[in-house]
């Protein structure tokens, strides 16, 4: 459909972001709930879903902290983990090029896997970057407010929630990314990127703090550039100057 | 009082590194290799998280054939192959899953 009023562009990243919403529920859920049965204080719980915002890294944070591990470490932790989102954001510049910085903080703050990967695909989708930062927002402010919301209820219902995890939901998560990936799947490169951070996944996960995940990434990605170098081939004299 | 310090202190680790390339974006123009290597992360960080979702299931690996995620991926994945659009790979893969939970529950 051809509309593309801000509200309907708006309306659509909330609406591609839906599924991942949905499988992020049970997550903000749980990360009340764990909070709550740590006894921090509720403010402290929602601060953390307020101010940081992001997933994994509130989980290690309140684990850690409800074993005693000392301010820095946990900073520290907690940095590494999310240090995937400067990739994230980095591959996003071609959006933000047009706009002021007033736009671009909120929208760096609400940067998260989920928006990353239904901006992307937008991104690869569409020709033009015209109308990516208001779909932008609609995802990220949909998905901002949801995780607040489920972590507030996730606080009130404490130690009633059932076992949430085990429902799954986040297998919404699984098969979007797969949607997003599979399709830009184009070059045997692009194959063995994915292969190799599948393999490398699965072998270090049980790496602290979620650094299997960010050497994982790394690896796959030289590994996707140097087969792409070797069998593409490309004129040498191409590529910026280094005079 | 000490929370609220750690909670800003998480908040500012978080925040920078999302915000940097951001804020930087018009003085910083990307060498050739830096936007090449920029085409694979999606595929490689994606591929991780599904990875590790499919296989570990709260923080457990689940390595057999009775694992819906399994199943309900390998279905998603060949929808995604077929055609393009996100949202009949997601609604494949989720019906799929409702099939196989109810199915393996029983």
Redesign the interface.
């Known amino acids: 459909m051809p509309s593309t009023s801000p509200q309907s562009i708006f309306i659509s990243g909330v609406k591609?972001i839906f599924?991942l919403v949905v499988a992020a529920m049970p997550f903000g859920l749980v990360f009340g709930a764990m909070g709550h049965a740590q006894g921090?204080?509720d403010w402290?719980i929602l601060?953390?879903s307020i101010?940081?915002?992001?997933g994994a890294?509130q989980f290690i944070?309140i684990t850690m902290?409800a074993t005693g591990a000392a301010?820095p470490v946990?900073?520290?932790t907690?940095?590494i983990v999310?240090?995937?989102?400067?990739?994230?954001?980095?591959?996003?510049?071609p959006i933000?090029?047009g706009l002021t910085?007033k736009w671009?903080?909120p929208?760096?703050?609400a940067?998260t896997?989920e928006t990353?990967?239904v901006v992307?695909?937008k991104m690869s989708l569409s020709g033009t970057h015209q109308h990516l930062p208001i779909y932008y927002l609609g995802s990220a402010v949909f998905m901002y407010l949801n995780w607040i919301l489920c972590t507030w209820i996730g606080i009130l219902l404490g130690s009633q929630l059932p076992s949430l995890?085990?429902f799954?939901l986040?297998?919404?998560?699984?098969?979007?990314?797969?949607?997003?990936?599979?399709?830009?799947?184009k070059l045997p490169s692009?194959w063995l990127?994915?292969i190799?951070?599948?393999a490398?996944?699965?072998l270090t996960?049980q790496w602290p703090h979620q650094t299997?995940?960010l050497i994982?990434?790394?690896l796959?990605?030289?590994v996707?550039?140097l087969a792409?170098n070797r069998l593409v081939k490309k004129s040498p004299a191409?590529?910026?100057s280094h005079e | 009082m000490n929370e609220m310090l750690l909670i800003a202190a998480m908040a500012a680790v978080t925040f920078i590194p999302r915000l940097l390339p951001f804020a930087l974006a018009s003085r910083l123009r990307l060498p050739k290799p830096m936007q090449q290597a920029l085409s694979y992360v999606p595929i490689a960080i994606l591929s991780v998280i599904i990875v590790q979702s499919i296989f570990y299931r709260n923080g457990a690996l689940a390595l057999h054939l009775t694992n819906p995620f399994l199943w309900a991926s390998l279905v998603a994945f060949i929808t995604a192959l077929i055609q393009k659009r996100l949202f009949v790979t997601i609604l494949m893969g989720l019906l799929s899953y409702s099939i196989l939970k109810f199915w393996l529950l029983h």
Not at chain 1, 171 to 177: E, L, Q, S, T
């Open positions: 591609d599924p921090l204080a402290v601060s953390i101010f940081v915002f992001a890294s944070a902290l301010l946990i900073v520290l907690v940095f999310n240090l995937r989102h400067m990739l994230y954001s980095v591959s996003l510049i933000v090029q910085q671009r903080w929208m760096a703050f940067l896997d990353f990967a992307y695909n995890t085990s799954g986040d297998i919404a998560m699984v098969v979007a990314f797969i949607g997003i990936v599979v399709p830009n799947l692009h990127c994915a190799t951070a599948a490398c996944g699965l996960y299997g995940l994982s990434s790394l796959a990605i030289v996707g550039v792409e191409e590529g910026d």
